[in-house]
T-cell receptor, first 111, second 123 residues
Framework: KNEVEQSPQNLTAQEGEFITINCSYS?????LHWLQQHPGGGIVSLFM???GKKKHGRLIATINIQEKHSSLHITASHPRDSAVYIC?????????????FGKGTKLTVNP | EPEVTQTPSHQVTQMGQEVILRCVPI?????FYWYRQILGQKVEFLVS????????KSEIFDDQFSVERPDGSNFTLKIRSTKLEDSAMYFC?????????????????????FGAGTRLSVL
């Protein structure tokens, strides 16, 4: 049973297109992370949010706690945005916490 | 900008050997984590560590694994007797705050920052 589901698994876009990646989770969470993983393997935190919406440059993340759903949007996509985007649910239990990861969405932006 | 550093970037070892993966978390962070990613699979939680003890560990983190903070800066993951299936990318992460300080609204202090990873290859 996957506690965190992402869609689509793969996404190919043309430069300039608006991108949406979706994340649904089935567990109670404290917050949700959006992460970026480049081909070399390194992971970079993009956002952590527990309500509403956050924006950083061309990236926007939204979360709907009632619907247990989050989206990551990229406006005016660029080839350098090509990476795997991962959502991860922050689960807190009894004073400890851990991230539960989705399988990731591989984004390819063509020039 | 402060960052989490991991060494080595790539470790090759023979099955049955012990390996120690090293991490230097961001200096004012108090919460530390290890994750692993088998090639082609999703990232999985291994263990969280706070106040010199394990806060939580996953089923993967069996008796072959141990973590230590031997001094004020390093955070290590030891695998006692490596198996072929331990081959993976291992990520260390740290955050300034953890569960005890998460009060319902997210704050930058709860964000986990990841190292670049150590690729472990067990032959």
């Amino acid at each position: 049973k996957n506690e965190v589901e992402q869609s689509p698994q793969n996404l190919t876009a043309q430069e300039g297109e608006f991108i949406t990646i979706n994340c649904s989770y089935s567990v109670g969470i404290s917050a949700l992370h959006w992460l970026q993983q480049h081909p070399g393997g390194g992971i970079v935190s993009l956002f952590m949010l527990s309500s509403g919406k956050k924006k950083h440059g061309r990236l926007i993340a939204t979360i709907n706690i009632q619907e247990k759903h989050s989206s990551l949007h990229i406006t005016a996509s660029h080839p350098r945005d090509s990476a795997v985007y991962i959502c991860a649910a922050l689960i807190t239990q009894g004073g400890s916490e851990k991230l539960v990861f989705g399988k990731g969405t591989k984004l390819t932006v063509n020039p | 900008e402060p960052e989490v550093t991991q060494t080595p970037s790539h470790q090759v070892t023979q099955m049955g050997q012990e390996v120690i993966l090293r991490c230097v978390p961001i200096s004012n962070h108090l919460y530390f984590y290890w994750y692993r990613q088998i090639l082609g699979q999703k990232v999985e939680f291994l263990v969280s560590f706070y106040n010199n003890e394990i806060s939580e560990k996953s089923e993967i983190f069996d008796d072959q694994f141990s973590v230590e903070r031997p001094d004020g800066s390093n955070f290590t993951l030891k695998i006692r007797s490596t198996k072929l299936e331990d081959s993976a990318m291992y990520f260390c992460a740290s955050s300034e705050w953890g569960a005890q300080r998460l009060t319902g609204t997210s704050t930058a202090k709860n964000i986990q920052y990841f190292g670049a990873g150590t690729r472990l290859s067990v032959l």
